[in-house]
């Protein structure tokens, strides 16, 4: 690393509404490297990705391009500088073709200012570009019929043709399968040999090992560390992301009693878009469930499923032993079964809302007489729930779009809390959460356990599967691939299972206390 | 609330504005036309500006108030007691809500090509009925019949109580009721839910196709009440100009009252200020002797710098976080 850095930003800081994203931040990244960033969600690394791409113009900073000093700039500068960035949702017009993306915006023309579409030089040179990334379709193919793997592909081969010095991959490997990570592997060695430097952000700590020449990790939008190529090991940069001790951030103190009853039971279920094989598993009282997975497993589906979005073909639900129809939200509340759901953005807030409204809104059964509202009585729901979930706000009035993510998410558990739920799933819990409220949200989870809730964690992040479970249900494809108890939990394990695989300990009868087929629940 | 204070003090310069545009329109005779405009145009901008909170949108309002028109009159030809018509005719109204609703919800068609398919067809269906031609509700001369709508017309539209035009008494009625219930009652929370964020009503449990249909239910039922009205104050009612426009209108009082066609944004007091503004504006067109073929173009004027504005003040709010 004698050569001066290709880029160097220093002490950078960005702010949104109710939230440091960024807090004096700094990373250099030098000719033909592989620089990992990596940190817990929330951590900054997309924002600072999207401040060195132009997108977001930070409120203080430098920026160093080969040693020299240049200001921040919009992102048509940052490509003519030669930073690409290619977010983690690919953007791609979907409905036109491979050279039609390649070029788009800047298409080759004939004819002067006819501007007629030069389609044959187009297409010749975009071949060249897909035999650089390997990918072998014709130019002529829409973007839209490929899988996601290939379309990756396009977008780093867009990148080239915008003679990249610098490619930003954020999350690249999120929906690849293993085929295709392992393509993209390659293209990302031929870049380095081309001495092309290359960001990889990520949090699959495996892939970080496999790709990255040096790893910088991030805290709460500041630097916690960085590690050289030897030095780069799991546990060396899990406690740098988190900062603390793994103990002090999973609480548990809720036991699960030996003579538990079976809140939920779900026998046989399948539903529209999920597996044929019909899924069967219980949940105890006072018990936290993980339920870990690959993206596409259809954890998320079958939340959904037992939640009454998604239709449900066969199969029963019992809650507290007696079965319950569920085909709307407004059904699955009433039986005390509660979503906090993945995308709180969109399915779990109203955004323009305040955040007094947003607790409010399942909850009017106990607000009302004939349909009005007592203001009285939705002000002091509002004040306790705040007060209750430290929920850092300016007032309950604060629209909630306004809050940061892990305050959004205490205020869509505090929906939830005012009623007396059985059963709560909480799919993806903490993602774009910081580490505080990470630690309020899973003190919350141990505390309605301790209060004999049955709850369900979906998660695609391992130490919080970890950390929280007393057991560990495993879906792979859209079936049970097995389960795990506390005593065989460990990272092989479960993702062996989730990858299709076997080990030892699993077994992958249907149920976790000794389940007798047939019998009704008391 | 910035908003309110906005449409009210447009309301207030377009008032200062007519009454001192002349001796005649201070008169009690200039301020009661206007009352009857706003009167039954009121009532289906309040209709619509519900619907839009709730994320909807209704283009066949127009036709609905026409085809209610011509049937209340024939209804009253055939010997109906107008009380009976008039609640057949709301009522019919509602049912076409209920099918627009149930269109929207259940089909999931876009509420944009379902009413504007119920702007041809009951915009054709009026048409039919009375084969094009314009009928009036005085069909029939015997005495008997001619008192009891004389005073179904006095008691809804021509009386008035200390100068106020029942018509207008009629729209502070619905607006009052109808009030309460989007800011006082969970119902009306419900459709700003739906209006903003419809995945999130339905994943806090809310009936989300329940609530929505009942909107449309709503704003097709006073575009028949409004038809009652409108065909009791002219006597007269022509298949092909009654009511045409009027879903433009409205939709228009609307948004100068704070409605956004994004839906979850509007009050109830905004709404009724914002359907003000077009009986005012009209009337200072013909005030200052403004011809009615540029009227419109002083209505789009007027509603394109309100929308500039609000944007501008929108803006200048998310500056200052």
């Known amino acids: 690393m004698n050569a001066p850095p290709l880029l160097e930003v220093s002490h950078v800081r960005k702010q949104f509404p109710g939230v440091q994203a960024l807090d004096g931040v700094s990373l250099a990244v030098y000719p033909g490297e592989v620089l990992a960033l990596v940190g817990e969600n929330g951590a900054g690394k997309s924002t600072l990705m999207k401040v060195v791409a132009g997108i977001h113009r930070p409120e203080a900073g430098t920026l160093r391009l080969n040693g020299k000093d240049v200001p921040f700039a919009g992102v048509a500068e940052a490509m003519r500088r030669g930073i690409v960035l290619i977010h983690q949702e690919l953007n791609l017009a979907e409905n036109l073709s491979v050279a039609s993306n390649l070029f788009l915006g800047r298409e080759k023309v004939i004819g002067g200012p006819l501007g007629w579409l030069a389609r044959g030089s187009m297409n010749a040179d975009a071949q060249a570009l897909l035999r650089r990334v390997g990918l072998a379709v014709s130019p002529a193919h829409t973007v839209g019929d490929l899988p996601p793997g290939q379309r990756q592909l396009v977008e780093i081969a867009r990148a080239l043709s915008l003679d990249a010095r610098l490619i930003i991959m954020d999350e690249p490997t999120s929906s690849l399968t293993q085929a295709e990570t392992d393509r993209l592997y390659e293209v990302i060695d031929d870049l380095k040999r081309h001495g092309v430097s290359v960001v990889y952000i990520s949090h699959r700590l495996a892939e970080v090992r496999r790709v990255a020449d040096r790893v910088v990790v991030f805290r709460d939008g500041k630097n916690a560390g960085m590690l050289a190529k030897a030095e780069i090991a799991h546990d060396a940069m899990v406690r740098l992301m988190v900062g603390r001790d793994l103990q002090q951030l999973y609480p548990r103190r809720h036991s699960l009693a030996a003579d538990a009853r079976v809140r939920l039971d779900v026998r046989g279920l399948t539903y529209q878009g999920g597996s044929s094989q019909p899924l069967s598993f219980r949940l105890h009282g006072g018990e936290v469930v993980g339920m870990a997975g690959l993206v596409g497993a259809g954890r998320t589906e079958l939340a959904e499923a037992l939640f009454g979005i998604r239709r449900v073909k066969a199969g029963a639900v019992f809650i507290d032993g007696s079965p319950v129809v569920i085909r709307h939200p407004r059904q699955a509340v009433r039986a005390g079964l509660l979503l906090v759901p993945e995308d709180r953005r969109h399915h779990g807030l109203v955004l323009t809302e305040s955040i007094r409204r947003n607790l409010a809104l399942p909850n009017f059964d106990r607000l009302t007489s004939f349909g009005w509202i007592w203001r009285g009585r939705e002000r002091a729901l509002a004040g306790d729930m705040m007060q209750r979930l430290r929920v850092r706000a300016s007032g309950p009035g604060q629209a909630a779009g306004l809050l940061s993510g892990g305050n959004q998410q205490k205020v869509v558990l505090g929906k939830w809390l005012a009623r007396k739920p059985r059963v709560v799933i909480f799919d993806e819990p903490t993602r774009g959460v910081d580490v505080g409220a990470r630690s309020e949200i899973y003190a919350l989870m141990d505390q309605l356990a301790g209060e004999g809730v049955a709850i369900l964690m979906i998660s695609s992040d391992l130490e919080e599967v970890l950390g929280m479970s007393d057991r560990v249900l495993v879906l792979h494809e859209g079936h049970l691939a097995g389960e795990l108890s506390r005593a065989e939990l460990g990272e092989e394990a479960v993702m062996q299972l989730a990858t299709g695989g076997r080990p030892r300990a699993a077994r992958t009868s249907n149920s976790g206390v000794q389940p007798t087929p047939g019998s009704e629940p008391a | ?321």
């Open chain 2, 1 to 321: 609330m910035i908003r309110l204070l906005g449409v009210l003090l447009m309301v207030v310069v377009l008032y200062v504005v007519f009454v001192t545009s002349g001796e005649s329109a201070r008169s009690v005779g200039a301020h009661q036309d206007i009352a009857n405009w706003l009167g039954y145009y009121g009532i289906v901008t309040v209709g619509v500006g519900i619907l839009i909170i709730s994320g909807g949108i209704d283009l066949s309002i127009g036709s609905v108030v026409g085809l209610g028109a011509v049937s209340f009159s024939l209804l009253l030809r055939h010997g109906y007691t107008p009380f009976v018509a008039a609640v057949l005719v709301v009522l019919g109204s509602s049912a076409i809500g209920v099918f627009h609703g149930l269109l929207v919800t259940k089909l999931r068609l876009q509420p944009f090509l379902v009413t504007l398919c119920g702007l041809f067809i009951y915009r054709g269906l009026a048409r039919w009925l009375t084969a094009g031609d314009s009928i009036g509700i005085f069909g029939r001369t015997d005495e008997a019949y001619v008192r009891q709508v004389k005073a179904f017309q006095e008691l809804l539209v021509k009386g008035d109580v200390f100068g106020v035009k029942n018509q207008l008494i009629a729209l502070i009625v619905v607006s009052v009721l109808l009030g309460l219930f989007l800011h006082g009652t969970k119902w009306g929370r419900y459709l700003y839910a739906i209006g903003a964020n419809e995945e999130a009503a339905r994943y806090a449990g809310i009936a989300t196709d329940t609530y929505k249909i009942l909107a449309y239910v709503i704003c097709s039922t006073l575009a028949g009440f409004a038809s009652v009205l409108f065909t009791l104050d002219n006597s007269t009612v022509s298949p092909v100009s009654a009511g045409s426009w009027l879903e433009l209108y409205a939709i228009t009082g609307a948004v100068l009252g704070g409605c956004s066609l994004r839906g979850g944004e509007g009050t109830l007091p905004g709404m009724f200020l914002g359907a003000a503004i077009l009986p005012l504006l009209r009337q200072i067109c013909s005030f200052w002797e403004i011809s009615g073929e540029v009227e419109y173009s002083v209505i789009g004027a007027f509603l394109l710098v309100g929308t500039i504005a609000d944007e501008l003040i929108k803006r200048r709010g998310a500056l200052r976080r």
